[in-house]
DNA sequence: GGTAGACCTGGACGC
DNA sequence: GCGTCCAGGTCTACC
């Protein structure tokens, strides 16, 4: 089976850098936490592969990619690079340690960087169907767009994946989907003619979007947002969320978890709408890292309801981590 | 510029 | 098993 070893920083923890945002819950990922491997199918110009990342030598050592099939060289290149973009590998070691001088709190532990989708597209999506709607939905919706729109990749001869081998669909996938047909069989509700708009901008087929020149990292997070905010399905909480997702951290995705988290932990009162101001006020002192300081609090709730995120069952605990269905737990 | 109501789904709850 | 209520962010119409 080919293996592939890709650069990882000296300071990498797989179970604490891969279990780091919800989206390593969501369909095609697979976190499984008695192996502590990511499954995960990835598309490559030469077909869609399975392939399963590991730290077999624990923390701090370097990661090892199996992969299903027979890639030739440039999926081997697609592959390593999608899988760094997921677990932000080649986030530079400076940028952390300024976030860990702003934010001790967190240099203990060494957490800041959070997981992420191998393109920007799927970013996109999984917070269209994140919004509106309460995790479980959320989780429904991307197996099922998978499940119904994924590529099948080549599965394990011998190796049990623990998961469907079916790819995310592309946006060209998807910008062919018909409304209707996404609805009932993707459960998406009325975010069906806003994700088959999405796959037309992002497939460039009608007023494309251009992605390079959003993650360039050149381009003002004003003029990020703005072009952002423009596409369907996306509003305030969306485009600062996929900010986030694009390591620019400035603005907060504010919704009402944020709101909880003011009430119940930070003790702020008022209106939604006051908490969500005085939320931003609190999180400004830390610039452009604002939104690892919430959300590694936020994460740091969840874990304290349910032992650590790396241990979590995507089909159980993974299915009710915000604090809503958390707080019903006993 | 601010606000009210519709949009859909799935889970919780009561009967 | 069925009906009702509720949570959730975006969008549009309206003031």
Known sequence: MPTLRPHTPADYDLRRDCCSYGYFLLAPNSWDPRTCTLWRPLRTSEGVFLTHTAQPRGPGTTLRIGITGRPGAAARREIAAQITRMLRLDEPHETLRAFHTLDPRWAPSGRGRLFRSPTLF???????????????????????LCDVLGRPGQPPA?????????????????SRARPASLRARCRVGYRDARIVELGKRFARLKGGIDAAWLENPSTPDDAVFDALIDLPGIGPYAAANIM?????????????????HGRSILNMRGTPAAIMKRMAAHYAPFGEHAFR????????????????????ERDTTGRMFTAALLNKQP
């Open 244 to 260: 986030q997702l694009m390591g620019r951290y400035r603005r907060l995705p504010l919704d009402t978890e944020s709101v909880r």
């Open 122 to 144: 799927e970013d996109v999506i999984k917070t269209v169907t994140s919004c509106n709607v309460t995790w479980p939905s959320t989780v429904t919706m991307n197996r099922r």
């Open 293 to 312: 300081s919430y959300w590694l609090e936020l994460w740091d709730f969840y874990e304290s309801k349910h032992g650590p995120a790396w241990t979590w």
């Open 158 to 174: 011998r190796l049990k994946a623990p998961l469907s081998v079916r790819d995310f669909p592309t946006a060209s996938a998807l």
